[in-house]
């Protein structure tokens, strides 16, 4: 986790804070609409998931070499943990993973330097 949170805030610390901000809150919401009352729903593992996609895409999106570099080898050493989105264990709210996930893509475009520009893209093809 320190690591993650590390490597997210390199970039600059506000630019950090808000995309910690939105994977937190689309992890947080995410979970509490879609979960059910049958799981643990506690602890860091949204954001860990949430950090680990941001760092990975926040290069595509930014068309910075060194964060696409930086992208690659996060998901090289913590890419086998996003395994933990699909449902698995009994009692692990693979939910708060899923979610966690999401919200590091959305973050990725919402904090992007070229935000603008991603969401024009994206409403073209949609």
Do not use: C, K
């Not at 993973?97 to 603008?116: E, I, K, M, T």
Request: no cysteine; aromatic share 8%.
């Amino acid at each position: 986790m320190l690591v993650l949170g590390f490597l997210t805030l390199v970039s600059g610390i506000a630019r950090g804070l808000a995309a910690t901000a939105v994977i937190w809150l689309v992890a947080g919401i995410g979970t509490w609409l879609v979960a059910g009352g049958n799981s643990v729903h506690i602890g860091a593992s949204g954001l860990v998931f949430g950090w680990i996609v941001y760092l990975a895409i926040r290069g595509i999106v930014n068309r910075r070499l060194w964060e696409v570099v930086l992208g690659v080898v996060v998901l090289v050493v913590y890419g086998g943990v996003l395994l933990g989105v699909l449902p698995g264990q009994p009692g692990i709210s693979w939910q708060g993973h899923l979610f966690g996930a999401l919200g590091g893509a959305v973050a990725a475009v919402v904090v992007s330097d070229r935000r603008g520009e991603v969401v024009r893209g994206l409403a073209r093809r949609g």
